[in-house]
């Protein structure tokens, strides 16, 4: 007998659909691609229960008589290709014919469409991939398909979605990204009845980029225009100095279509150069017009990536075009004219002032408050730290639990000093003495005892009583504000008040992001009001974070959270670890002795802390038996 069947049509669509279908937004994604092909230039989609109760698109394309609608539904059914020759020259953002029987066999789905020149419209009704009816249609010339119960037969798939709020994000992202490339295209999304996203057909980008990214980032951009080897490229890049903790926000199109590829980064990061900082990546907006026979789309299933014939090339056009743009920002200084006298430049420079007869010390420390000489640093015990008394056992969000003793608070560590700081006096030699560590830490393994170093401006190098120990320095203040921002949502203690409340500027998905997840944020000891649709005022923060760049530090966290696929905790405690994870110092701030050991310190007072909020080490050691099995000694 043989072993080899032909899988039935309808088990062929449910595995295609698993290829294709990753979630909602690819649903969303490949309906609107179609609706794009069809001519359309109204588009209005709606959305209940982040996709999986409905995904609805309407448009006022070309539409399809009753035969092609019904073709739609075979697979590989589609009007975008004929021949061979086509897959080396595809124009249009569809053209395999696996979208729709894909979606149609994993829901309840229905169409209706009307050509212009028909009398009335057709409608077919589809459950699981099975035609349940169809019949005629009253309807508007174009093309309406609905999409209901999306995984009602795939209940193992529909268990691997995020959480609403993360689909909506998606949902939303996939509209963006199919709204930029065509902004003569009237785009709508409703989300559970709202409008989430209303954006005008337009001649010019500039509207769309303000109405989905927000004023701040608009004047935060460069306009791009370049041609190069036929490779048009046209749109806008970030201005030195703003940039981003992700890729997510360089979006670029080739031929109208949202991709990823290697050569496109490769040229954005050599046309920028020195100019954006190691692990920063700048936002852009580019569009790549260019020959359909010079780049291959048909690569991955969802269309997302693709290769070029030249990639060389490719990543070379891309370079000087942002070259180009960066050096056209540059505006020339003028110099000095030899006829004017220079006389009355310098006095027009001039300033007269009268000291002030008192310090101004006296302003801020009163003598009779000034503050007590720092403590000298507990003696440096030989023996290993006293083993701790019965405590019960706290749950730690997940991770391994250890008895620890009650301790005060631990107070936020001191911000890094400057990298550069200002030349004033000369510097004192260190001194190589260990910087001692209380000897009452709660941990019976080889918690570190004496600061000895820091490797890289990234590791504690400390002493412990079984060898030596290094500490990575983020990771272990990471876990420190995670602990102290816990306890403090937990004991309602007051937020920190900004003196001067921040405007801060948000991209329509963080700020959708924001909103939903307010009264987390405001348990934390954010204290938030809105401006606008995508403004907010920050009127304070958590006792427990530096007020250095309050904006970097909320939209970072904002950009992790937003996609959550690497959480491993609840999503409230993931609000935690994310701030304390963006309000840690990081790898190569310099840290001073004294401040490794006030940090080793606070670690010590954590229930929890040989690891970070999220699972990974704080400290690793290198045992004395280790040390002296390498230099031959045993």
């Given at each position: 007998?043989?072993?080899?069947h032909v899988?039935s049509?309808?088990?062929?669509n449910r595995?295609a659909?698993?290829?294709?279908?990753?979630?909602?937004?690819?649903?969303?994604?490949?309906?609107?691609?179609n609706?794009i092909?069809a001519?359309?230039d109204?588009?209005?989609v709606?959305i209940?229960r982040?996709?999986t109760?409905?995904?609805?698109?309407s448009?006022n394309?070309?539409?399809m008589d009753?035969d092609d609608a019904?073709?739609?539904?075979?697979?590989h059914?589609?009007?975008?290709?004929?021949?061979?020759?086509?897959?080396?020259?595809i124009a249009t953002l569809?053209?395999?014919?696996e979208?729709?029987p894909?979606?149609a066999a994993?829901s309840r789905?229905?169409?209706?469409?009307?050509?212009?020149d028909?009398l009335?419209?057709?409608?077919?009704?589809v459950?699981?991939?099975?035609?349940?009816e169809?019949?005629p249609?009253?309807?508007?010339?174009?093309?309406t398909?609905?999409?209901r119960?999306?995984?009602f037969?795939?209940?193992?798939?529909?268990?691997?979605?995020?959480?609403?709020a993360t689909?909506?994000?998606?949902l939303?992202?996939?509209?963006?990204?199919?709204?930029?490339?065509y902004?003569?295209?009237?785009f709508?999304?409703?989300?559970d009845g709202?409008?989430?996203?209303h954006?005008p057909?337009?001649e010019q980008l500039?509207s769309?980029l303000r109405?989905f990214?927000?004023?701040h980032f608009?004047?935060q951009?460069l306009p791009?225009?370049?041609?190069?080897n036929?490779?048009d490229?046209s749109g806008?890049?970030?201005?030195?100095?703003?940039s981003?903790n992700?890729r997510?926000?360089?979006r670029?199109?080739?031929?109208g279509?949202?991709?990823?590829?290697p050569a496109l980064?490769r040229?954005?990061r050599?046309g920028?150069?020195t100019?954006?900082?190691a692990?920063?990546?700048p936002p852009?907006?580019?569009?790549?017009?260019m020959?359909?026979g010079?780049?291959?789309?048909?690569?991955h299933?969802?269309?997302?990536?693709?290769?070029?014939?030249?990639e060389?090339v490719?990543s070379?056009?891309?370079?000087?075009a942002?070259?180009?743009?960066l050096?056209?920002?540059r505006?020339?200084?003028?110099?000095?004219?030899?006829?004017?006298p220079?006389e009355?430049l310098l006095?027009s420079v001039r300033?007269?002032?009268t000291?002030s007869?008192?310090r101004q010390?006296d302003?801020?420390e009163?003598?009779e408050q000034a503050a007590p000489?720092a403590?000298p640093?507990?003696p440096l015990t030989a023996?290993a730290?006293?083993?701790?008394?019965?405590a019960?056992i706290?749950?730690?969000?997940?991770?391994t639990?250890q008895?620890r003793?009650?301790?005060?608070?631990a107070t936020?560590l001191p911000p890094?000093?400057a990298k550069?700081?200002?030349p004033h006096?000369?510097?004192e030699t260190?001194?190589?003495?260990?910087?001692p560590?209380?000897g009452a830490?709660?941990f019976?393994?080889?918690w570190?005892?004496?600061?000895?170093?820091v490797?890289d401006?990234?590791?504690?190098?400390?002493?412990?009583?079984?060898?030596?120990?290094?500490?990575d320095?983020h990771?272990a203040?990471?876990?420190?504000l995670f602990e102290q921002?816990?306890?403090?949502s937990?004991?309602d203690?007051?937020a920190?008040?900004?003196?001067l409340?921040?405007?801060?500027?948000?991209?329509r998905t963080a700020?959708?992001?924001?909103?939903?997840?307010r009264?987390?944020?405001?348990?934390l000891?954010f204290?938030?009001e809105?401006l606008g649709n995508?403004?907010?005022?920050l009127?304070a923060v958590?006792?427990a974070?530096?007020?250095?760049?309050?904006?970097?530090l909320?939209l970072?966290?904002?950009?992790e959270?937003?996609?959550?696929?690497?959480?491993?905790?609840?999503?409230e405690?993931e609000?935690v670890a994310?701030a304390?994870?963006k309000?840690?110092?990081?790898?190569?701030?310099h840290?001073?002795?004294e401040?490794?050991?006030?940090?080793l310190e606070q670690?010590?007072?954590c229930r929890q802390?040989?690891?970070?909020?999220?699972g990974?080490p704080t400290?690793l050691?290198?045992?004395?038996?280790?040390?002296?099995?390498?230099f031959?000694?045993?």
């Amino acid at each position: 007998m043989s072993k080899i069947h032909v899988l039935s049509e309808h088990l062929s669509n449910r595995i295609a659909a698993g290829e294709v279908i990753e979630r909602p937004a690819s649903v969303l994604k490949e309906l609107v691609e179609n609706a794009i092909d069809a001519g359309a230039d109204r588009i209005r989609v709606e959305i209940e229960r982040a996709g999986t109760r409905l995904i609805a698109v309407s448009d006022n394309g070309c539409g399809m008589d009753p035969d092609d609608a019904l073709l739609s539904l075979e697979p590989h059914g589609t009007s975008k290709i004929r021949e061979e020759a086509d897959i080396d020259r595809i124009a249009t953002l569809g053209f395999r014919g696996e979208a729709i029987p894909s979606i149609a066999a994993i829901s309840r789905f229905s169409i209706e469409t009307r050509t212009a020149d028909a009398l009335e419209g057709f409608r077919v009704e589809v459950a699981g991939g099975k035609i349940v009816e169809t019949l005629p249609a009253g309807c508007a010339p174009g093309t309406t398909i609905r999409v209901r119960d999306l995984f009602f037969n795939t209940p193992a798939r529909k268990k691997f979605l995020k959480s609403p709020a993360t689909e909506e994000h998606h949902l939303e992202e996939a509209l963006l990204m199919l709204a930029l490339p065509y902004p003569r295209i009237t785009f709508e999304l409703l989300m559970d009845g709202r409008v989430a996203i209303h954006s005008p057909a337009s001649e010019q980008l500039d509207s769309r980029l303000r109405a989905f990214f927000g004023r701040h980032f608009q004047d935060q951009m460069l306009p791009v225009q370049h041609r190069e080897n036929g490779i048009d490229i046209s749109g806008y890049i970030a201005a030195p100095g703003f940039s981003r903790n992700s890729r997510r926000e360089q979006r670029t199109f080739v031929n109208g279509r949202a991709v990823e590829s290697p050569a496109l980064y490769r040229g954005l990061r050599e046309g920028y150069a020195t100019l954006s900082d190691a692990g920063r990546y700048p936002p852009c907006v580019l569009f790549l017009t260019m020959d359909p026979g010079a780049v291959d789309v048909n690569v991955h299933p969802a269309k997302r990536e693709v290769r070029f014939k030249q990639e060389y090339v490719v990543s070379r056009a891309v370079a000087a075009a942002v070259g180009m743009a960066l050096r056209r920002r540059r505006t020339p200084v003028s110099a000095l004219d030899p006829k004017v006298p220079m006389e009355p430049l310098l006095e027009s420079v001039r300033i007269h002032y009268t000291p002030s007869p008192v310090r101004q010390e006296d302003f801020f420390e009163p003598p009779e408050q000034a503050a007590p000489a720092a403590l000298p640093a507990e003696p440096l015990t030989a023996a290993a730290p006293p083993a701790p008394p019965a405590a019960t056992i706290v749950p730690d969000t997940g991770l391994t639990d250890q008895p620890r003793v009650d301790r005060e608070p631990a107070t936020p560590l001191p911000p890094p000093p400057a990298k550069n700081p200002e030349p004033h006096a000369p510097e004192e030699t260190p001194s190589r003495t260990p910087h001692p560590l209380p000897g009452a830490m709660v941990f019976n393994g080889n918690w570190p005892t004496a600061v000895i170093g820091v490797l890289d401006d990234t590791y504690i190098i400390a002493s412990g009583p079984a060898g030596l120990v290094l500490v990575d320095q983020h990771a272990a203040h990471e876990r420190i504000l995670f602990e102290q921002l816990l306890r403090d949502s937990s004991a309602d203690i007051p937020a920190q008040r900004l003196l001067l409340p921040l405007s801060v500027e948000l991209p329509r998905t963080a700020a959708a992001m924001l909103w939903r997840s307010r009264d987390l944020l405001e348990k934390l000891g954010f204290d938030l009001e809105p401006l606008g649709n995508h403004t907010i005022m920050l009127n304070a923060v958590p006792a427990a974070l530096p007020t250095g760049d309050l904006e970097k530090l909320l939209l970072d966290m904002l950009a992790e959270l937003i996609e959550n696929t690497a959480a491993r905790l609840p999503l409230e405690t993931e609000f935690v670890a994310r701030a304390a994870c963006k309000a840690a110092i990081k790898a190569h701030d310099h840290l001073t002795p004294e401040m490794a050991r006030q940090l080793l310190e606070q670690l010590g007072k954590c229930r929890q802390g040989t690891l970070c909020p999220h699972g990974r080490p704080t400290m690793l050691t290198i045992t004395l038996a280790e040390i002296e099995r390498r230099f031959g000694r045993k």
